[in-house]
């Protein structure tokens, strides 16, 4: 892995853009095994860093721990668990960040969480915190040794009654010492520009890493474009639509549209790329092939 320091992940000044990946805690043996499989396979792009997800209400708290020191002790991963204050007390929360500082992993994506699956609206603990920012200033207090990361929604978070609102809550989270920040997911480039332009106009001076999807169907794209509020191109859509139930013609689609966005995205000084891979390595290999061949990366 090339040394990332734990003060500053996401470096705009660094002559090498930051590639970062997402994986998130398997819920069987076979996952697992997915999951392992996937990360010894990436070694080989040595990415600067690696998040982990964590489930509503901690429901993965312990995998999301044990997954997290497995990537680093066996792998060599810098590791950014995540961390939610969903069904968490602060003392329980400072528990958990203890836990990691134990583990040796000293970076976090702070985050409000979603609420259960049962739920119908965010509900915080009668002794927790009620939004990220509060997350944010926690482990700025308790543990400033820490380095914080914090989710920013380009095309606005589906909860947001609207863009410029969304914004001020992201300039909170930055406020109360977040590093940087992680964009959802997002197929046109432009909403990223546009939303980088709007966090400096409004004094969000931190790095901004595009986050980008590695596809595999149709079904995926729509459905996480369902959950976190992006839109579907129609010619993206199009495309996925005539590869029809024809794997590789899907991958081909999604690796070509993810290529030709961490082109654009390197070339106009992003400051690097947050692949989220679902646990799967092959097309965040061959991306990073095809980058090195345009000599976009080293």
């Given at each position: 892995m090339r040394n990332m320091t734990l003060t500053n992940p996401v470096d705009c000044s660094a002559s090498v853009p930051r590639?970062?990946?997402?994986?998130?805690?398997p819920k069987s043996e076979k996952a697992a095994e997915q999951l392992l499989q996937a990360a010894s396979e990436l070694r080989s792009i040595q990415p600067d860093f690696a998040s982990i997800t964590y489930g509503a209400g901690g429901s993965t708290r312990s995998r999301t721990l044990e997954y997290a020191r497995r990537l680093k002790e066996d792998l060599g991963y810098t590791i950014m668990p995540h961390?939610?204050?969903v069904g968490h007390s602060r003392d329980?929360?400072?528990?958990?960040?203890?836990?990691?500082?134990?583990?040796?992993?000293r970076q976090i994506m702070a985050l409000r969480g979603d609420p259960?699956?049962?739920?119908?609206?965010?509900?915080p603990h009668p002794h927790g915190l009620a939004h990220a920012n509060e997350l944010v200033s926690l482990i700025s207090e308790h543990y400033p040794e820490c380095n914080v990361a914090v989710a920013g929604y380009p095309e606005k978070h589906p909860q947001a009654?609207?863009?410029?609102?969304?914004?001020?809550n992201l300039k909170r989270k930055v406020d109360a010492g977040a590093d940087f920040i992680t964009t959802q997911l997002f197929f046109d480039n432009q909403v990223y520009f546009n939303f980088v332009d709007r966090c400096r106009a409004i004094g969000i001076e931190v790095p901004i890493l595009p986050g980008l999807l590695t596809i595999t169907s149709r079904q995926q794209a729509q459905r996480f474009c369902a959950m976190c509020g992006a839109v579907l191109p129609e010619a993206l859509d199009q495309a996925l639509?005539?590869?029809g139930s024809d794997p590789a013609a899907v991958?081909?689609?999604?690796?070509?549209?993810?290529?030709?966005?961490?082109?654009?995205l390197l070339k106009n000084d992003a400051p690097g790329l947050h692949l989220y891979l679902l646990n799967r390595a092959g097309i965040a290999l061959q991306l990073i092939?095809?980058?090195?061949?345009?000599r976009l990366l080293p």
């Open positions: 590639i970062s990946v997402e994986f998130f805690p961390l939610t204050c329980e929360l400072k528990e958990i960040i203890a836990e990691f500082k134990d583990a040796g992993l259960p699956q049962d739920a119908q609206d965010f509900t009654p609207n863009l410029e609102t969304d914004l001020q639509a005539a590869a991958e081909a689609v999604g690796l070509d549209w993810i290529h030709e966005q961490a082109r654009e092939e095809r980058l090195k061949a345009d």
